[in-house]
Nanobody, 120 residues
Framework: QVQLVESGGGLVQPGGSLRLSCVVS????????MAWYRQAPGKERELVAS???????NYADSAKGRFTISRDNAKKAVYLQMNSLKPEDTAVYYC??????????????WGQGTQVTVSS
């Protein structure tokens, strides 16, 4: 069984910063792509940023220049540093990872989500 657990969400004023963390646990052989998605009320879930197993990164246009994704393979963790937050960044943020477990089976997993609210 593989689990993703996020932390770090909360309420922040416009212009502020937050750092989201996600730790993957369970019967893990390897982790490939790790990513952060978000879903605002009434909107579809969208990709915010992703990172591959070799460290290449990709960002949504809305995140470029403000957000930074990073990973710590030893800790099986991925992070999202969010700076210059705007009210439109308000959403539930989900961690995502493609994991190969110890049986050799590869599939995507989602975390439970963490709320980020940007408001004065």
């Amino acid at each position: 069984q593989v689990q993703l657990v996020e932390s770090g969400g909360g309420l922040v004023q416009p212009g502020g910063s937050l750092r989201l963390s996600c730790v993957v646990s369970g019967s893990i052989f390897s982790i490939n792509t790790m990513a952060w998605y978000r879903q605002a009320p009434g909107k579809e879930r969208e990709l915010v940023a992703s990172t591959t197993g070799i460290g290449s990164t990709n960002y949504a246009d809305s995140a470029k220049g403000r957000f930074t994704i990073s990973r710590d393979n030893a800790k099986k963790a991925v992070y999202l540093q969010m700076n210059s937050l705007k009210p439109e960044d308000t959403a539930v943020y989900y961690c995502y990872a493609i994991v190969t477990d110890t049986t050799g089976y590869t599939q995507p997993y989602w975390g439970q989500g963490t709320q980020v609210t940007v408001s004065s």
